[in-house]
């Protein structure tokens, strides 16, 4: 999805919430929380054949003593984190009915082993043994409603790695109850368990079948928009003192990948999203300004992403309205993350200048505040960053020059004409083809400019485009252009 003139896709807890900046993935979590008596052993997990399995859920299901129990299946757990004890395992008949059994025990430590080798399990790569854990899955959702904040988050972080790997397991917990469980769970006042309940909303969210099986009906609770979901994602996105950034980067993702389904983006606008992530949005950049600046940008790129996608199902007017934002004061914090982001993470740039491209596209209003907070010169200072930054200023530049002789005049006179020249020597295409159609706005709206154009060499600039295909027209044009006015 994207907004306005936005020709260019925006491109794309630690690893997986860095790795989103550029892309939307899947990928897995792993919970290892070794007891100090394992560390200080040293122990190093060996690859277990058909034979030793067998022998450690016997000792595990039958041993006299229960520090003997617990102990076979740590050893079994250390085995598992191997893809060749894992294949084993799947193979060994009846293994998963024994290590189920034991997750049912109603002996804590035993259970607590057995939901560890089942997400030793759950972060395989292959298909084949996420499926073997299909026998496990209703009873991983019934303990989400447990007491034990720790044991509910080993269970979603595993069910999240699951839910990941096959559709059979999707197809699976789908009529088990996922989504009501999720929904019921979100009212933890545990973050952790929050977070873990974010990262597997987000794995199912993900799924190429959620935007016609998981997403949609608003009124059946058995999908995501039908359940409290939404409501309490929204409240956990609430700026303040409450906010916990790790949980809100989840669920901005969650949000993310919901709006990008675009099952029913007026619902959420209706509830709210754009107020609280407008808010959320003026947050950040204050926390930018104290200098609060550890991790943010890891909420700042989803964020701005379901503002900026948002801004595509609502007039740009009605969005002001309903933002609380018909002032400058959300260009103004944008361009506060924008000076945040060349500084700490460049290549999150392109995410805000998508953003203030769908505020600018058919909003004089936003395009006036863009002037008079003097951002021009601001906006050709990000010109050298890259090509892509590159056509997306000067495509927020089009839409300012659009609207008029107005917006035009605070254009010209000023930097932009020796800043077009530069552009144009470019050898990217695209970044050439959107300078073309910015001088073209510019010499229609304020003929003087192509005179000063012209002084500055501007034909010996563009006579080097005329022999490509795709601007040799449009330069043609602008030639016609400059010298007719």
């Known amino acids: 999805m994207r907004g306005g003139r936005a020709t260019a896709p925006p491109a794309g807890a630690g690893a997986l919430r860095k790795a989103r900046r550029e892309q939307q993935l899947v990928s897995k979590r792993l919970l290892r929380d070794d007891t100090p008596e394992e560390a200080e052993g040293g122990r190093v997990a060996m690859i277990l054949g058909e034979v030793e399995i067998q022998q450690f859920l016997c000792s595990a299901q039958r041993g006299t003593e229960e520090k003997e129990r617990e102990g076979a299946l740590i050893s079994l757990r250390g085995g598992l984190q191997h893809p060749e004890t894992q294949q084993n395992f799947i193979r060994l008949e009846g293994s998963m009915r024994t290590l189920v059994g034991l997750l049912t025990s109603n002996q804590a430590l035993l259970q607590l082993e057995a939901a560890r080798c089942l997400h030793e399990l759950s972060h395989s790569e292959q298909s084949a043994v996420a499926e ?13 409603s447990g007491h034990s904040s720790d044991f509910i988050e080993l269970c979603l972080y595993t069910l999240g790695n699951l839910i990941v790997e096959s559709e059979a397991v999707r197809r699976q917990l789908l009529p088990q109850g996922i989504v009501p469980a999720l929904a019921a769970c979100i009212q933890s006042p545990h973050s952790t368990v929050l977070e873990a309940l974010g990262y597997t909303l987000s794995q199912l969210l993900q ?88 991790g943010l940008e890891l909420l700042v790129c989803p964020v701005l992403r379901c503002l900026s996608n948002l801004l595509t199902e609502a007039a740009v007017e009605a969005v002001g309205e309903q933002m609380q934002l018909r ?45 008079s907070l003097d951002l021009i010169v601001p906006l050709l200072q990000l010109l050298p960053v890259s090509n892509v930054v590159s056509v997306l200023v000067l495509t927020v530049l089009c839409n300012v020059a659009e609207k008029g002789p107005a917006y035009c005049s605070h254009l010209w006179p000023g930097p932009l004409l020796s800043s077009l020249l530069d552009t144009l020597a470019s050898s990217d295409t695209e970044v050439v083809g959107q300078s073309l159609e910015l001088l073209q706005l510019l010499f229609l709206y304020r003929p003087e400019a192509a005179q000063d154009f012209l002084q500055q060499s501007g034909l010996l600039a563009l006579e080097r485009h005329e022999k490509e295909t795709q601007l040799q027209d449009r330069v043609r044009a602008l030639q016609r252009t400059a010298l007719m006015r």
């Open 132 to 144: 073997a854990c299909l026998p496990a899955t209703s009873y991983l959702l019934t303990y989400l």
């Open 207 to 294: 799924a190429k079948e959620a935007p016609e099986k998981i997403i949609p009906s608003t009124s059946a609770s058995s999908s995501v928009l039908g359940s409290s979901l939404p409501q309490y994602m929204l409240g956990l996105l609430q700026p303040g003192p409450k906010l916990n950034p790790g949980v809100a980067v989840e669920f901005a993702w969650c949000l993310h990948y919901i709006i990008c389904s675009q099952v029913n983006n007026a619902l959420l606008i209706t509830r709210g999203a754009l107020s609280t992530l407008g808010l959320l949005l003026l947050d950040l950049a204050r926390a930018v300004q104290r200098s609060e600046d550890a």
């Open 327 to 371: 002032d400058e004061r959300v260009v103004a914090s944008l361009f506060i993350l924008l000076q945040f982001l060349l500084q700490k993470q460049p290549s999150l740039l392109h995410e805000g200048l998508w953003f203030l491209n769908n505020l600018t596209a058919n909003s004089p209003s936003f395009c006036t505040s863009v002037l």
